[in-house]
């Protein structure tokens, strides 16, 4: 414990992030950060996707201190970097923060991290650790969360495994923790709400669904062309069950599921939909298709099965879990992968009663207990999560 003229009076903490997971993932951080005396809490977005971020800051009354408004038609990875990291600075400059919390592995959270090492202010790194090491799976997501890994001073692992990658990374591991991933936290607060009418209405009870989602950029184009193959095959195999597909709006995937799957019988095309809808939807499907990371994570914790659309993931403990499986993008072992799920008893209990591995729902009181400790608020450590 730090002697009592050590210890400061509060620590300014700045969180930036700009799409809507990372919002959903920090909302519990956020929260709980806020509630207790010794914090004093800003938020600065990024608005990468300000569309999507406004439904979940609704819901988790986040109200964001300072945007940056870096949206733009058509924008770049380049358009994304430069003008978060020049739009920064003067926040910093202002806020004047102790730390800088970001999430995950965007471009918003990689510039952040970076504007808060330029300006020698700490980081900390919510979801640190994921890896497949393959820079181009997921492509820039693989390179933006190793890129953070040296800057940050508090890297919260979700999982044991997480923190192995950094300890092999030679990451000092008095500055990793394991937590377990927010998302849960998220997730069990928005399944506790009743159910948005609105959603009743458009998708009643229809009967057994498959719920899709896609939106990797490693996924636009053949992979994505094949993964519709799949669904075009499925719904033909299996109409019995329904497919629900909320389409997310970036031109790259909305185009070609208007073009490839609007006119397929037992294929429900619906506009991109807030977390609480969703949420709810995933605790009626029956099982999952998707590129997502989150998704492979949320779905377990509601004891859906998930078939991922890619060839690696940053998530093995899903797939040693058995709540997941890796299916890529190939339409035939999609098609073959759903029907036995769809066929097979036993094979869909087997992933339906594994134990999810990512999270109980206390990780954002974990963050906020280490740093208060690591800031010598309170002389007790916290207890961390073991998966």
Do not use: W
């Not at 397929?264 to 619906?270: E, N, P, Q, T, Y």
């Not at 995933?282 to 078939?307: F, M, N, T, W, Y």
């Not at 740093?371 to 207890?383: D, V």
């Amino acid at each position: 414990m730090r002697a009592k003229s050590a210890v400061p009076a509060s620590l300014r903490c700045l969180f930036v992030f700009g799409t809507r997971p990372e919002a959903i993932k920090l909302a519990s951080v956020v929260a709980e950060l806020r509630s207790r005396r010794r914090f004093r809490v800003q938020v600065c977005l990024t608005d990468q996707h300000a569309e999507l971020l406004e439904q979940v800051l609704r819901v988790f009354r986040i109200r964001p201190d300072y945007r940056l408004n870096v949206m733009k038609p058509g924008q770049s990875l380049f358009d994304v970097t430069t003008r978060t990291i020049g739009r920064l600075e003067p926040v910093l400059r202002n806020a004047r923060p102790d730390i800088v919390l970001v999430q995950g592995d965007t471009t918003s959270a990689f510039a952040g991290a970076l504007a808060a090492f330029y300006r020698r202010i700490a980081v900390a790194h919510v979801e640190a650790g994921l890896r497949t090491y393959d820079l181009s799976a997921p492509f820039p997501e693989e390179l933006n969360r190793r890129l953070i890994t040296p800057i940050a001073r508090f890297n919260f692992a979700p999982t044991g495994d997480a923190r192995k990658h950094l300890l092999r990374e030679r990451v000092a591991p008095g500055s990793v923790f394991v937590t377990g991933n927010t998302v849960i936290d998220a997730l069990q607060r928005i399944a506790r709400l009743p159910e948005p009418a609105a959603l009743r209405r458009r998708v009643p009870d229809i009967g057994p669904f498959i719920l899709v989602t896609m939106h990797r950029r490693e996924s636009f184009g053949k992979p994505i062309a094949g993964v519709f193959a799949a669904l075009r095959r499925i719904s033909e195999l299996a109409p019995r069950f329904r497919i629900i597909y909320p389409v997310h709006p970036n031109p790259n995937v909305a185009e070609p599921a208007r073009r490839l799957l609007s006119n397929c019988r037992g294929i429900h095309l619906l506009p991109s939909l807030d977390y609480v809808a969703f949420v709810h939807l995933l605790k009626r499907c029956r099982l999952v298709l998707s590129d997502s990371g989150g998704i492979q994570e949320e779905a377990p914790a509601l004891h859906k099965p998930v078939l991922v659309l890619r060839d690696k993931t940053e998530r093995p403990e899903a797939i040693r879990a058995g709540t997941a499986r890796l299916v890529g993008t190939d339409p035939r072992r999609i098609t073959d992968e759903t029907l036995k799920l769809l066929n097979s008893p036993r094979a869909y209990r087997s992933m339906t009663r594994a134990r999810n591995p990512f999270g109980d729902g206390k990780a954002a009181t974990r963050i906020a207990d280490i740093l208060e400790h690591e800031h010598g608020f309170r002389t007790r450590p916290a207890r961390e999560f073991a998966d």
